[in-house]
């Protein structure tokens, strides 16, 4: 295996594990283990397990900002960009159920650009008159426990139903759509 192989066969295992039992629930012996390495060839890409964590972190919640923050359609309406947010957010989570929950697990992936996003469509639906004045983090904390809350009802693979999704996207324009 070269030296990138190996670089990412530790990111992957560390991610299998660090989902399934946490960062403190994992030995960096089970890490080498699952990724097919010696303990000590860990250390020569990582310094420390926390920087493999950091590394891990930073990778994927890029990667969940990068999907979720495509341009949104030019027609689109404040219902429509939430619509869409929560669209790409749920496709993140069924693609890559491992990195979903260990992103979870270890806390927000808000990050700056997430809550720009956030934070403009709440001002534009605000001046559209369509949304109630609602902050980037409550908009944000939306989506994401409905998320959590749905990927707990999905199916093994991480597959939500539709109608359960549109149920809920439903559910949370209420929540944020301005009355009258």
């Avoid at 403190?24 to 303990?39: H, L, Q, R």
């Avoid at 990778?59 to 969940?64: N, V």
């Amino acid at each position: 295996m070269s030296g990138l192989g190996k670089r990412q066969a530790i990111l992957d295992g560390a991610l299998m594990l660090f989902a399934a039992k946490g960062f403190d629930g994992t030995a960096v012996p089970e890490i080498a283990a699952a990724a097919g390495v010696a303990v000590g060839t860990i250390y020569r890409y990582f310094p420390t397990k926390e920087a493999l964590d950091g590394e891990l972190r930073a990778l994927w919640a890029d990667r969940f900002a990068g999907e979720v923050l495509q341009p949104l359609p030019a027609n689109a309406t404040p219902r429509a960009a939430l619509r869409t947010y929560w669209r790409r957010m749920a496709a993140f989570a069924r693609t890559h159920p491992s990195a979903y929950r260990y992103l979870e697990l270890n806390g927000p992936v808000e990050g700056a650009r997430i809550l720009q996003a956030m934070q403009a469509l709440a001002d534009w639906g605000r001046r559209e008159g369509a949304m109630k004045p609602v902050t980037a983090g409550v908009l944000q904390a939306l989506l994401r426990g409905a998320l959590a809350g749905l990927m707990r009802l999905a199916a093994p693979d991480g597959a939500i139903p539709p109608a359960l999704a549109e149920e809920m996207e439903d559910c949370l324009w209420n929540a944020v759509a301005a009355r009258g």
